[in-house]
């Protein structure tokens, strides 16, 4: 039990590492500004930099919104695949 706890924990803190990246990579991608992205998903432009920044994790039904608007899987936004698009898509 205590070694599952454990590689969970690890998983969790390198997913954290690498959302922020790959959020801020998705976004620059499409050429968009912080406050273009922001006035998309109806937030704020310090939200998205704390988002990027890692300062701050992002909702589920944020990472379901970038999922969606960018065209990508939720596993891909969380560093789970390297692969943008989903099994099933």
Known sequence: MGYTKIKLKY?????AM???EILQELRKDRGLSQKQLADIFITTQ???????????EPPYDMLV???????VST????GLT???KSADS
């Open 18 to 20: 690498a959302y922020n």
């Open 82 to 84: 390297k692969n943008e």
């Open 65 to 71: 919104k970038y999922a969606k608007y960018f065209d």
């Open 46 to 56: 310090r939200t998205i930099s704390n988002w990027e920044s890692g300062r701050n």
């Open 75 to 78: 596993d891909y936004i969380l």
């Open 11 to 15: 998983l969790i803190l390198v997913i």
